[in-house]
């Protein structure tokens, strides 16, 4: 009998100690930062991306080349970018592609992971990633209003993904968007109110004028939002592109950043009734279908 009980606590014991909540990953942006752990372990990651501050981020997981980190990000990567983006803004195309050719070779090798939509001010965004070990850096390339990147500003940091295994499972239950250069967005479901989990299954993915990637950023419409102004502001290339202030009467409410193909990613947002956009950061959206809109009643 004695043994049989000690079994049993032994067992009781060990059913506690495999039983936890699932770990989230912070991220805080106050100002021009990202505050957010050093190292987090490798497979599925939940992200809490908390923007304090008062002008709309993001944040991109980029996966870089081994041997390669922030500080050949800055001497290298930074550069090209912060002049080509500086003779941009005066109208100088040509100049400017030159300047972006000046990307080191390496860079090629980075690859965008994941990581949030576009997040508005006193928002929350939560997404859900599936990482590789390895060394990252994470960013935002919004632009201040004098179109220098928020990057050069202090929203460049690494993220070290570490041999251990996160134990997080995705999510079993979303509502499923695919995501394509060919069909673009593509939402079948309809939408309730409430708190919805959507899994975003990347089925390709190429470079575009802008060279960057499709993504998935989800926004609400207030009364007085323009969808024009919305995708013409979604281009960073555009001088007045991805720049502070966003346009009126939008509020970015997260998503799923950049991924590779035959990928998958989750976000969770709370919903009300009104109308939304489901948008990628690509120049022309709705001419490439992706900008999806869809309306809660």
């Known amino acids: 009998m004695l043994i049989s009980l000690l079994s049993c606590n032994n067992q009781k014991e060990e059913k506690t100690e495999v039983i936890e909540e699932n770990p989230i990953v912070e991220i805080i942006t106050e100002n021009m930062d990202f505050q957010l752990p050093d190292t987090i372990s490798q497979g599925w990651n939940k992200f809490h991306y908390i923007n304090k501050s008062d002008q709309t981020h993001f944040f991109l997981v980029e996966k870089y080349p081994e041997g390669k980190t ?25 100049e400017a592609l030159a300047e972006f050719g000046k990307l080191p070779e390496w860079y090629g090798a980075v690859e965008f992971v994941g990581g949030s939509g576009l997040v508005s001010p006193e928002n929350t965004a939560e997404t859900t990633i599936k990482l590789e070990p ?50 673009g967005i593509v939402l079948n479901d309809s939408i309730t109110a409430g708190t919805q989990t959507f899994g975003v299954y990347f089925q390709d993915q190429k470079v575009y004028e802008n060279v960057v990637g499709h993504d998935v950023n989800l926004v609400k419409l207030n009364e007085n939002a323009n969808l024009d102004s919305l995708e013409k502001w979604m281009n960073w290339m555009d001088p007045k592109g991805l720049i502070d202030p966003a346009p009126e009467g939008i509020v970015f409410l997260g998503g799923v950043n950049d991924m590779p193909p035959l990928t998958m990613g989750y976000f969770t947002a709370a919903l009300t009734p009104g109308d939304y956009v489901l948008i990628s950061e690509v120049p022309n959206a709705s001419e490439k279908k992706l900008l999806k809109m869809f309306t809660i009643y």
């Not at 922030?70 to 803004?89: C, Q, S, T, Y």
């Not at 929203?155 to 995501?179: A, K, R, Y």
Request: include cysteine; proline fraction near 8%; charge should be negative.
């Open 70 to 94: 922030i500080a050949d990000a800055k001497l290298e990567v930074l550069p090209p970018f912060a002049n080509g983006m500086r003779l941009l803004n005066e109208g100088k195309m040509d």
């Open 134 to 183: 390895g060394y990252y850096l994470i960013e935002c390339y919004v632009k201040m209003e004098n179109g220098e990147f928020h990057t050069t500003m202090g929203m460049l940091e690494p993220l070290v993904v570490s041999q251990d295994t996160s134990g997080i499972i995705p999510p079993e239950n979303f509502i499923p968007i695919n995501i394509s250069s060919e069909n």
